[in-house]
Structure formats: structure tokens, C-alpha cells
């Protein structure tokens, strides 16, 4: 376990975020490359055939702006691409075509809550770049082969991605977390990205170090290869652990990569970390600057939809819920509008939070659904359901039920209440009447012991009445179903 009280942790994030355009950055390629045959998804573009020129797209630098705005970010006037230099097989032109100085969007900050309370993490700035191909190891049955060579993949090479980079403002592994769960939402809420980690739309290096007695900063460490936010707090933990061991001992932080391996749960060093010189970064001359103007800026401004956390604030005034209530039902932006058409169909705010919030996403997760728009269930359903528990014309336990045969494809309200046992409505009246007659006449010992008074404390009045309500599953009113036997019954 990681010792926080030694030594303050320092930790600053680079997110990379794939952008939601149809196409490539610089050339028109698809960027739906997942599941399609290697080397398919490529062009003479994106694998740097001498003679061709990068066309930009227009797209990813309106996403880019979006993202920079839902940041607080100063979107610029005028930034430019640079060519970041170094060898690797999966980069088809031996560079990378980066931002690098000037950026599209400086400054910023993401609020968070974690542990710790609410925290402001600031945001250096963020920039446009083409995501680099893929080296695909030789596998059988799923295991690594120890062949000698490796295959490249293409089809990613020249995916528009965003980088935001965060000071170092984050002191836990928890907080990290939070960053990057908070930076996803908003991204989604936004439609820049669908912000999936698994699949490698959302990737996160990390920067650590250790403060030094004096409180300036150790030497920092960045780690990569974190797949999935669990990896992420894991990598921390491990590292701020090993960091402390090795200044304990008397030795040396060094600057350096290291790759997270999540079977074996250690970092590894991969290589002395990079400068910038090393990447003898020069501008891109086959590209013209990106210039927005004004009237630009405010178009992107114009066509921000409400931000999550207006949306929790705007849920916490309009409809009186809790902070957590809030925070779950606001988590994704379809989920709100679920909750929001279900109130604006007529069920009451705060019972429909508590439907939404436990029983739509139990029965989400019970059918393996991520997304609400796959639910069976609309929200005018729901809605329909929650107000006949209101008017207590079915209990909530036999609404539940009938929430799990809607789910599972029963399109139709009354039949699903009927499914389930339940009267269509609260028995009262004439139905009740009905049955206690037919109770009486099922019963006649009991209702003869009543009449000729051998019912001196009541036992057997209270037995029939079990039987009315056992019949309604529950569904009359007690005092009217002993009312109606008493009547019955003469007395
Ligand atoms: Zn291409």
C-alpha cells in the first residue's frame, strides 16, 4: 500500500482523446478502422508516399475548440503544426504532425471531487495530433508466439486525437482517477469523443514524482500503457511505493518511461525519458497555420450544450435533489434527458430519481446495457408506472416486477401489470364487494360461525379479511375490506 504521508505526491496527466470526425486529419480515410483488415483503412496520404500533401480537417479543429472551450480554455487565433521526429515502425513517415508551442486552446481548468473535496485542476493547454499506426505481435490462441518479427498495422495512422495536458495539480491516485472520469464526461456531454479507454479512444500517460523535503518538486517518472482507470490508480500506487522505497535507501530518482504491466502489477523502465530536443520538433511548412477568428470562437460558444456540471447544479434547483442524486443521474447526458423525460411526463421529481437512479439501472445492468436508449423501457412508460404507485393503484414491490417484464420486452403497461398478478387498479368498490362475496360463499363454516356471534375476538373476521387482501395481492385498502365483510356478514 502507498504511503501518502512521507513524501507529497505530485501527479500531472497528458490525455489523449481520439476526436469524433468521419475522417482522418489529413486526408480523407475513414476513421472507423476498428475490426477492418489491416493496412485496409490507408491511403497514399496517411502512409507518406513522397509527393503527397496533408489536407487538414476542418472537423477535428471545431471538436478540438469545443473540447478546449468545455475547459475554460482561451481558444487562439492562430496556431500551427509541427513535425515531431522519431523512429518507430508504426509511424509511416518517421514523424509525427503535432501542435508544439502554439497550441488551439491554452489555459483552463477541470473541476474535480474526490476524496479529498472539490479540487481545481488546471489545464496547460491542448493540442491537435495524428495518432500513429499499430505493431501487432504474432499471436496463437491468443498467446504470443516468440515469432522474431512483428506486423504493422496502418489503419489508425493520421486519427485526429486531442492531447490535454494538466499541471501538476493532482496528489493521489484517487484524484487521477476522478481527472479522467471527469474529463471523459465532459467530452461525451460535448460529442468530441466517445471517450471509450478499452477500445483506446481515451488513453492517459501520467507524470509522478515525489516533493522533496524542501517541498520543490523530485524527479518525475511518466507512465504509460494504463488501459483502463483501474490500471491507472493501480500504476500510481505501485510507483509512489517504489519511489519512496528507493529514496529511503538512499538512491536516485531517474528520469524515465516506464510501461505499466497489469498482469505482473509493476512498472517497468522502458527508456530514459525523451527531451524536446530529442524530437528536433520544426514547423510543419506543408501545412498553413490554423487562423480562427472571432466570429468563429463565438459560433463554437454558441453551440455548447449545457455542461455537466450546469446540469447538476440545474437538477439540484428544478427538481430538489441531492448531490448524489444529481451526480448519478447526470453521469451521462442520455441518462438526464431519461430522467428529465420521465418528469416531464408527469412523475413527481424525487420519486423519479429514486426509479431512475436504483431500478432503471439495476435492470440496465441486469440486461447488460451500457446505453439508456437501448432500454426497453421509455421514459412515458416509466412514467405511467410511477404515477399508479403514486395513486397507490399498484404497490411498489409489484411495480418492480412489472419494470422487469416492460424491460424485457413486454411493450404494454396493463398486460405487464396483469403478467405479474397484480389488479390493473386498487381494488375497491363493487370489485371488492364481488370478492368478498365470493370469499363468504368459498367460506361458509367461517362466515356461519360469524353470524351466530362465535366470533367473540374477531379472529375470524381478521382471517377473512387476510384472504381479501391476500387475493389483491395486497392491493385494497384494509379498513374498506373489513368495512365490506362486516356488512356482509350483518353486523
Ligand atoms: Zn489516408
Redesign the pocket.
Known amino acids: 500500500m502507498a504511503d501518502f504521508s512521507k513524501r507529497p505526491v505530485v501527479i500531472g496527466l497528458e490525455v489523449h482523446i481520439q476526436l469524433s470526425t468521419d475522417t482522418?486529419l489529413?486526408?480523407?480515410?475513414p476513421t472507423d478502422y476498428i475490426g477492418k483488415e489491416p493496412n485496409s483503412?490507408?491511403?497514399?496520404?496517411?502512409?507518406a508516399v513522397p509527393g503527397t500533401l496533408p489536407l487538414l480537417n476542418d472537423r477535428a479543429v471545431a471538436l478540438g475548440s469545443r473540447m478546449g472551450l468545455g475547459l475554460h480554455g482561451e481558444i487562439q487565433h492562430y496556431s500551427n503544426f509541427h513535425r515531431k521526429n522519431y523512429f518507430y515502425p508504426d509511424l509511416a513517415k518517421a514523424y509525427q504532425i503535432t501542435q508544439y508551442g502554439l497550441t488551439i486552446s491554452v489555459g483552463g481548468y477541470l473541476d474535480i471531487e474526490s476524496e479529498g473535496g472539490a479540487k481545481r485542476v488546471r489545464v496547460h493547454h491542448l493540442h491537435l495530433e495524428e495518432d500513429a499506426g499499430k505493431l501487432v505481435h504474432p499471436t496463437a490462441d491468443g498467446r504470443l508466439t516468440g515469432a522474431a518479427y512483428s506486423l504493422v498495422d496502418y489503419n489508425r495512422g493520421?486519427v485526429p486525437l486531442s492531447e490535454i495536458v494538466s499541471e501538476p495539480d493532482m496528489s493521489s491516485p484517487a484524484e487521477a482517477r476522478d481527472y479522467v472520469v471527469r474529463l471523459r464526461q465532459l467530452a461525451r456531454y460535448l460529442d468530441v469523443s466517445d471517450g471509450e479507454m478499452e477500445s483506446g479512444s481515451l488513453r492517459v500517460d501520467a507524470n509522478i514524482s515525489l516533493s522533496n523535503p524542501d517541498g520543490s518538486y523530485g524527479t518525475r517518472v511518466e507512465i504509460k500503457n494504463m488501459n483502463s482507470l483501474k490500471s491507472l490508480e493501480r500504476a500510481l500506487m505501485y510507483e509512489i511505493s517504489r519511489q519512496n522505497k528507493v529514496l529511503d535507501s538512499g538512491g536516485r530518482i531517474i528520469q524515465e518511461t516506464r510501461l505499466w504491466d497489469d498482469a505482473e502489477e509493476v512498472t517497468r523502465s522502458m527508456r530514459n525519458k525523451e527531451t524536446a530536443s530529442d524530437y528536433r520538433y520544426y514547423p510543419e511548412m506543408d501545412l498553413a497555420p490554423i487562423v480562427i477568428t472571432d466570429d468563429q470562437i463565438d459560433k463554437f460558444r454558441r453551440s455548447m450544450p449545457e455542461l455537466p456540471w450546469e446540469k447538476r447544479e440545474r437538477f439540484a434547483d428544478c427538481f430538489g435533489l441531492s448531490k448524489e442524486e444529481t451526480s448519478i443521474l447526470t453521469e451521462q447526458k442520455e441518462l438526464a434527458r431519461y430522467y428529465e423525460d420521465v418528469v416531464s411526463n408527469g412523475a413527481p421529481p424525487s420519486r423519479a430519481a429514486n426509479w431512475v437512479r436504483m431500478e432503471v439501472l439495476r435492470s440496465l445492468n441486469e440486461h447488460g446495457l451500457r446505453d439508456i436508449r437501448d432500454f426497453k423501457v421509455r421514459p412515458e412508460l416509466l412514467a405511467e408506472l410511477v404515477k399508479r404507485v403514486e395513486a397507490r393503484e399498484i404497490s411498489s414491490t409489484a411495480a418492480k416486477e412489472v419494470l422487469d417484464l416492460l424491460a424485457s420486452g413486454e411493450p404494454d403497461l396493463g398486460e405487464a401489470i396483469k403478467r405479474v398478478g397484480a389488479p390493473a387498479g386498487r381494488v375497491t368498490g363493487d370489485d371488492l364487494s364481488a370478492l368478498a362475496d365470493r370469499i363468504l360463499s368459498e367460506n361458509p363454516d367461517v362466515a356461519d360461525a360469524i353470524r351466530s356471534g362465535q366470533d367473540k375476538k374477531g379472529g375470524k373476521v381478521k382471517f377473512l379479511q387476510g384472504l381479501v387482501m391476500k387475493e389483491t395481492k395486497g392491493q385494497a385498502d384494509p379498513k374498506e375490506a373489513s368495512e365490506v365483510l362486516s356488512r356482509k356478514l350483518g353486523f
Do not use: D, R
Open positions: 482522418k489529413f486526408c480523407s480515410c483503412n490507408t491511403c497514399p496520404i496517411c502512409l493520421g
